[in-house]
């Protein structure tokens, strides 16, 4: 939610936390997702509303996998924090999405990136198609540290070292299973570590490997 065709609410409403949830919940019922299987993969915004997504469905997940989200911008963020959304949204209202991704393609050169890989996440629509009051509307509202002591299940945190992280270990320390919760900080990364080519066979290898022992434990509860 919140990028491409979706970054609308339903029916082109405004988008809210709970069109959020509603938007995966849909998704869960329609592709007709094992909670025992299913882990939850979200970056930047779709970590940030993947706070509250896990919290209202978290019987839908076996786990989590957060990207970029280590910073707080919830209610009692940083000045620092709240100055970086204050700026986000000014560009978001003075240029157009053209320029965003162009943008936003100069950042990515800092790393030597995997092109295909960069360039199929922007076709597919990454960047905002309105103004982004209402995407940061939902990123202030958030509460990590209310929601993630809820959680049952295994979470495997993901930063770029460059990228803000001034509450990446306070999110770990929360995490209910701290056996099977980590943080993986990527050394030169930023907020597009995602998509830098000397980072993208950890990353794939590590989210197989977080998948298998998260699904796998989910097995375990059910059969006791």
């Not at 924090?81 to 240029?95: E, S, T």
Request: hydrophobic share 35%.
């Amino acid at each position: 939610p919140g990028h491409g065709t979706l970054a609308d609410g339903t029916d082109g409403a405004p988008l809210t936390i709970e069109s959020c949830i509603g938007t995966i919940d849909d998704v869960l019922k329609k592709e007709r997702c094992r909670p025992s299987n299913t882990v939850y993969v979200g970056a930047s915004l779709g970590a940030y509303v993947g706070f509250e997504v896990l919290t209202a469905l978290k019987s839908e997940f076996c786990g989590a996998i957060m990207l970029d989200c280590g910073q707080n911008v919830g209610p009692d963020c940083s000045m620092k924090a709240r100055a970086g959304l204050w700026v986000m949204n000014q560009m978001a209202k003075r240029m157009t999405n053209l320029s965003l991704m162009n943008a936003m393609l100069k950042i990515t050169k800092k790393s030597p990136a995997d092109w295909k890989l960069v360039e199929s996440t922007f076709g597919a629509g990454m960047f905002f198609q309105q103004s982004s009051k209402e995407q940061i509307r939902c990123l202030h509202s958030v509460e990590p540290a209310r929601h993630i002591p809820q959680w049952d299940f295994p979470v495997l945190w993901m930063n770029g070292s460059e990228d803000h992280r001034d509450s990446e270990r306070k999110w770990l320390s929360l995490c209910r299973d701290q056996t099977n919760s980590s943080l993986k900080v990527y050394e030169g990364g930023d907020h597009f570590f995602s998509h830098d080519s000397r980072f993208v066979d950890d990353i794939l290898k590590r989210f197989d490997d977080f998948a298998r022992m998260a699904s796998s434990l989910a097995a375990e509860n059910e059969g006791n």
